[in-house]
T-cell receptor, first 112, second 111 residues
Framework: DSGVTQTPKHLITATGQRVTLRCSPR?????VYWYQQSLDQGLQFLIQ???????AKGNILERFSAQQFPDLHSELNLSSLELGDSALYFC???????????FGPGTRLLVL | GIQVEQSPPDLILQEGANSTLRCNFS?????LQWFHQNPWGQLINLFY???GTKQNGRLSATTVATERYSLLYISSSQTTDSGVYFC?????????????FGQGTTLQVKP
């Protein structure tokens, strides 16, 4: 158990819908990262937050947004969903930059 | 951008055999981690190893930062070692922890 929790574990929804994925980092970790794993793109970095502030952006679509709350949990919002958004979404946390990242169990999203 | 290449892409072993997985990267890195993704999809952190050598039980890893490669050694493999092994790096200079993943090595250990 990495100490990072993600909910829900599985999500099935339809095209055009909006979903919210939730992540709670390990106790004391200030950085939260979101990654997407798909069959064609592999594991890709989406976005990072540090202590409530956006720190870095990767290949995140404009239809996707994220935030980190004062209690340090984070949410990833995916809207206007398309079939191609079906993937495993991971959250990771670390104490700071260039430190070990610990990954949550992931949320498996299926868009039908 | 930075390239992270892992080899071999696939590996089949008999239980008890040893193996070496390789990760080559094209730029200097702040951070390098090895992960094991089990058949249930969970990503398990094996090593944080931007340089040097570490050992944890039957697993060990070595990163030679000046030559831009890292090796993961698995000794006396077990069926529970099956899964995908990923190398991930954070490039220099960077003030974030953004990890770039290789495509992985899929390992199957047969009983």
């Amino acid at each position: 158990d990495s100490g990072v929790t993600q909910t829900p574990k599985h999500l099935i929804t339809a095209t055009g819908q909006r979903v919210t994925l939730r992540c709670s980092p390990r106790s004391g970790d200030l950085s939260v990262y979101w990654y997407q794993q798909s069959l064609d793109q592999g594991l890709q970095f989406l976005i990072q937050y540090y202590n409530g502030e956006e720190r870095a952006k990767g290949n995140i679509l404009e239809r996707f947004s994220a935030q980190q709350f004062p209690d340090l949990h984070s949410e990833l919002n995916l809207s206007s969903l398309e079939l191609g958004d079906s993937a495993l979404y991971f959250c990771a946390s670390s104490g700071g930059d260039s430190e070990t990242q610990y990954f949550g169990p992931g949320t498996r999203l299926l868009v039908l | 951008g930075i390239q992270v290449e892992q080899s071999p892409p696939d590996l089949i072993l008999q239980e008890g055999a040893n193996s070496t997985l390789r990760c080559n990267f094209s730029d200097s890195v702040n951070n390098l981690q090895w992960f094991h993704q089990n058949p249930w999809g969970q990503l398990i952190n094996l090593f944080y190893i931007p340089s040097g050598t570490k050992q944890n039980g039957r697993l060990s890893a070595t990163t030679v930062a000046t030559e831009r490669y890292s090796l993961l050694y698995i000794s006396s493999s077990q069926t529970t070692d099956s899964g995908v092994y990923f190398c991930a790096v954070e490039i220099k200079p960077s003030n974030t922890g953004k990890l770039i993943f290789g495509q992985g090595t899929t390992l199957q250990v047969k009983p």
